[in-house]
């Protein structure tokens, strides 16, 4: 007898421990894996600087959540989907990784977002542009933050066109994610009462622009329209400047701008340039007072995502620490409910496909004169309020979402 | 105004000049790496990071040293001839007669090592070079808008390559060199300071590369990817030239620029494609190359 009531109350005992497992911390210990590219093309973007966005974060919580401590992974993905995922399935495999930060290049995050889908972890997605993540591609377990392709070419486009800028030529990237700009970017021209007069797409990535810039300025177009990123990017200003293009009356449009991107320019080459941003350091004094301490400890200013990483973070753990639970979907919910109020967002919203929705910028680059220090390089012209931004859910074809 | 293929004349002039400036890049540089093979038997994987090391010593020696670019022409082939001097002696010749392979995997992880250096100290997104003030504005030659500083490339890189060309072909240290690589053991016994010229010879190769750096450093981004992204297509011209074939590596260099910059009109989407094009099929004609020797 004595025998099988011990036995029995083991079995309550380990059922009560089990339910109460699911709304517990696994393994007392919140584990966050920070994937990003480390040394290639979008190392300044994210990279290291993240890292120590995400460091920053878990430090303001003083390393713990209600009492369980955080603990960090990182690793460089190379801008290689196979390195991405392999490293994502390592970590919650043998490490049990509860969610996974960072994430740049849309062709690694694709790769990870199925393995993070398949374990039911969560992804903070900070520095990927492509809008499909939340559309087609949209999944209960991962959540897209800064910015997307939708917003930047909405943002920049609608704006250069109330300008009066009616013919356009668009100097896209020949691959998935240069296409798809391409196609926003049309879109809201000729939803605009614009024209799109001619178009080049580069092999990615391209070291010489000047023949597609002479195409362009051939075009006769009022604007010419970048849709390419990064080291491309930066190339196609840098030859449009010098063969004058600005100065024979283009007005140039860049679609994916960074702060790192116009500072390595220059203000020579790129002032008047007209951009759409989802923060900026020098806003105001929450802005300003997070940016120097990240300055103090990178010897940078942070740019777009590197705030991202810090808000994403802080907004999961104050999640996981009002739930007391890191299991993925209890965390989701609350992070929908509850709205994003930090240095980064006023009032940004999680919604139910993964899309951070919140305020963008329409930015134009401050001319060598205006600008007062290394960093001083934008000048916010407006704000584009967050249900204007993003892409409706109207519009949505995310499974989540019934239309 | 003159249609050509569906394309007017005027468009069609301008790309063949800008792709002749391109070409000027590959000239100088597979030069180098034609001079370096010629002589040392090495595929030189470190060219790329020579190239590199080029722009960043004129970028730096600007930024610190307020050195300007004028100086910088002759101050960072220098001072990269000189590091590349140190490549050949304290490594290169380590592995002088081994296989291929081994000198290519040592430039090769010499190259990573240098770029990974920079990534870490600079970034990747690199820092921009003022445009010297001499060579600010540009010409409107009609046809097109031709900025001072592209005209200024194609004019000093094909004074430099035909220098180059010169001295090999047409003086006495030039013949020694030529001595040297067809049978060195010979040349020393002459009494000809055969390593010093191998060391010499390395040097001048990246002295050549560190002078391309320079030379791209007002007009590319001064990034620590800005050679490796190039070498490549460096390589193949050299294949299509013929390894080793010094006036084979100049002309092929100028017609793969014209070549790719007419594929720029007709089929931008292969412009990075259509050199290595050329490629397969000039090893599947005449493997040796366009101005190799049949060995």
């Known amino acids: ?403 | 105004m003159t249609i050509l293929f569906g394309v007017p004349l005027s468009v069609l002039l301008g790309q063949l000049l800008l792709g002749l400036i391109n070409g000027a890049f590959y000239a100088l540089l597979s030069l180098g790496l034609a001079i370096i093979f010629g002589l040392l038997r090495i595929i030189n994987f470190a060219h790329g990071a020579l190239y590199m090391l080029g722009a960043f010593v004129t970028l730096l020696s600007l930024q610190y040293l307020g050195v300007n670019y004028w100086f910088a022409l002759f101050l960072a082939p220098l001072t990269v001839g000189l590091v590349g001097m140190a490549i050949e002696k304290y490594l290169l010749r380590r592995i002088t007669g081994e296989d291929h392979l081994y000198g290519l995997l040592l430039t090769f992880g010499l190259a990573l090592i240098i770029e990974g250096l920079f990534v870490k100290v600079f970034g990747v997104s690199g820092s921009s070079y003022p445009m010297p003030d001499a060579l600010k504005g540009g010409f409107n030659l009609g046809f097109m808008f031709l900025p001072k500083y592209r005209a200024w490339v194609i004019v000093s890189a094909l004074i430099v390559c035909f220098v180059t060309w010169y001295m090999i072909e047409r003086t006495r240290l030039g013949s020694y060199l030529r001595a040297g690589t067809e049978n060195p053991k010979l040349m020393q016994a002459f009494g000809i300071n055969v390593p010093l010229l191998v060391t010499l010879t390395y040097g001048y190769g990246a002295a050549l590369a560190a002078f391309a750096g320079v030379l791209a450093a007002p007009i590319y981004p001064v990034s620590p990817g800005m050679g490796a992204n190039l070498l490549i297509v460096v390589f193949a011209v050299v294949v299509i030239g013929g390894m080793g074939s010094i006036m084979g590596a100049i002309v092929t260099g100028l017609l793969m620029g014209l070549i790719e910059g007419l594929t720029k009109v007709f089929y931008p989407e292969a412009a990075n494609t259509v050199i290595f094009l050329v490629m397969v099929l000039v090893l599947l004609v005449r493997p040796a190359g366009l101005f190799g020797k049949e060995t």
Request: proline share 2%; aromatic share 8%.
């Open chain 1, 1 to 403: 007898m004595k025998g099988l009531r011990k036995a029995i109350s083991l079995i309550v005992a380990a059922g009560l421990l089990s339910s109460t497992a699911q709304a517990a911390i696994s393994d007392d210990e919140i584990r966050i894996g920070y994937l990003a590219d480390m040394s290639g093309t979008y190392r300044d973007l994210s990279g290291p600087g993240g890292l120590e966005a995400l460091k920053m974060a878990v430090e303001d919580f003083g390393g713990q959540v209600n009492g369980k401590k955080i603990v960090i992974f990182n690793a460089d993905d190379l801008n290689k989907p196979d390195v991405g995922a392999n490293t994502v399935r390592q970590w919650i495999d043998e490490k049990n990784v509860d969610v996974i930060t960072g994430l740049v290049a849309t062709s690694v995050v694709m790769a990870v977002n199925k393995i993070v889908e398949q374990e039911n972890k969560l992804a903070l997605i900070s520095g990927s542009a492509s809008s499909s993540l939340t559309n087609e591609h949209c999944s209960p377990n991962h959540m897209h933050w800064v910015y997307d392709t939708y917003a930047l070419s909405n943002g920049t486009a609608r704006a250069v066109l109330e300008e009066g800028g009616k013919d356009w030529f668009i100097l896209a990237a020949d691959y998935a994610f240069g296409h798809s700009l391409e196609a926003d970017i049309t879109k809201v021209v000729e939803t605009g009462g614009g024209k799109v007069v001619g178009k080049v797409r580069h092999p990615f990535p391209s070291n010489d622009f000047s023949s597609y810039i002479l195409q362009a300025q051939g075009s006769g177009a009022e604007v010419v329209a970048l849709a390419n990123a990064g080291a491309d990017m930066v190339n196609a200003l840098q030859t449009a400047s010098q063969f004058g293009l600005t100065q024979s009356g283009q007005k140039l449009a860049g679609m994916v701008v960074f702060l790192n991107d116009v500072h390595s320019m220059g203000l020579d080459v790129t002032q008047g340039l007209m951009l759409t941003t989802g923060w900026y350091w020098d806003m105001n004094d929450e802005t300003r007072e997070w940016a120097n301490r990240y300055h103090k400890r990178v010897g940078r200013m942070p740019s777009m995502t590197h705030a991202g990483v810090y808000s994403s973070t802080i907004h999961y753990l104050n999640a996981v620490k009002e739930t007391d639970s890191d299991d993925s979907q209890v965390v989701r919910a609350k992070m929908i409910e509850t709205p994003i109020n930090d240095m980064f967002a006023k009032n940004g919203k999680l919604r139910e496909d993964g899309r951070m929705v919140h305020d963008m910028y329409l930015a134009q680059v401050k001319t060598p004169a205006e600008s007062k220090s290394e960093w001083d390089l934008y000048k916010i012209l407006r704000t584009i309020p967050a249900d204007q931004a993003y892409r409706p859910l109207a519009e949505s074809q995310c499974k989540l979402i019934k239309n």
